[in-house]
């Protein structure tokens, strides 16, 4: 867990939840036959629930998620 305030740094907190989100989503991945595929869809899939989650509150959201598609 990261050691923050209670009530600040909720940015963070949604940055550092993603990467825990997709660590073991990549390890799958390792497994997995064809693993590249597999990690950018974990990552694409990963990203785009912290879009979502920057989206639902009132702060600025992270520059990446204001780009669309392969960008």
Do not use: I
Not at 6 to 23: E, K, T
Not at 34 to 62: H, I, M, N, Y
């Amino acid at each position: 867990p990261l050691l923050l305030p209670p009530n600040a740094f909720a940015h963070l907190r949604r940055q550092a939840a993603a990467l825990a989100a997709l660590r073991p989503r990549l390890n799958d991945c390792c497994r997995h036959h064809s693993p590249l595929p597999c990690a950018r869809r974990a990552w694409t899939d990963v990203l785009d629930g912290f879009c979502t989650d920057e989206f639902g509150v009132k702060t600025r959201q992270f520059h990446c998620c204001r780009l669309h598609g392969a960008a």
